[in-house]
């Protein structure tokens, strides 16, 4: 069965702080990618991953970065946090074509 | 930038009636999916529509896609409480690094007994 796990379903970081997300898929999949997920605001890409070490922003990248060393892992980075980086962190992967993607669980992240 | 609209936002509907939900694309893209997230939880992938005039239908839902309309429906029939979850759309747009998926904004769906 398909699996993407992400690291922490809960975290609480304070501004400033550097914060690691991580997503692990176990299907092989080649796109991996990140999104948060806002009231009313829906699903927005920050970045995505079309193959190891490959990335592109999405709409929103603006205070974040990833990294993919590995084809299973995919990490989002928030560099420097700050209170409106509070938010659901989503990560999803699929095969190359028109599969649908498959999520995690989700990253429920506050910035205090 | 490739828009995805959705119509409601909210709907509260009693069990045993039928409505639609709407979801219109701006740009062009042959490809729509539409996902359900339960409260708590991560999305799950419901239907794949891949070319104009699809349809697909599971249980109580019905997604179809017409291309030239830039317009999906998603048509639930004698809507039952398991139903209540929201629903996205999304429509991905193909880059020569791989596809970019654009959401909809949802549409919180209340089934009421």
């Known amino acids: 069965d398909v699996k993407v796990t992400q690291s922490s379903r809960y975290l609480v970081k304070r501004t400033g702080e550097k914060v690691f997300l991580e997503c692990v898929q176990d299907m092989d999949h080649e796109n991996m990618f990140w999104y948060r997920q806002d009231p009313g605001l829906g699903l927005r890409l920050i970045y995505f991953?079309?193959?190891?070490?490959?990335?592109e922003k999405g709409d929103i990248p603006e205070g974040y970065s990833v990294s993919r060393e590995k084809k299973e892992r995919f990490s989002l980075i928030l560099e420097s946090a700050s209170t409106n980086q509070t938010s659901m962190y989503l990560c999803?992967?699929?095969?190359?074509?028109?599969?649908?993607?498959?999520f995690g669980d989700g990253t429920r992240l506050s910035i205090l | 930038e490739l828009k995805v609209e959705q119509n409601p936002l909210f709907l509260s509907m009693q069990e045993g009636k039928n409505y639609t939900i709407y979801c219109n694309y701006s740009t062009t893209s042959d490809r729509l999916y539409w996902y359900r997230q339960d409260p708590g939880k991560s999305l799950e992938s419901l239907f794949v529509l891949l070319s104009n005039g699809a349809v697909k239908q599971e249980g109580r839902l019905m997604a179809s896609l017409d291309t030239k309309a830039r317009l999906s429906t998603l048509h639930i029939t004698a809507a039952v409480h398991d139903l209540s979850a929201t629903y996205f759309c999304?429509?991905?747009?193909?880059?020569?690094?791989?596809?970019?998926?654009?959401f909809g904004t949802g549409t919180s769906l209340t089934v009421i007994p």
């Open positions: 991953s079309y193959d190891v070490k490959m990335k």
């Open positions: 999304a429509v991905d747009r193909v880059k020569n690094t791989g596809n970019q998926f654009y």
């Open positions: 999803a992967s699929r095969y190359l074509g028109y599969q649908p993607q498959h």
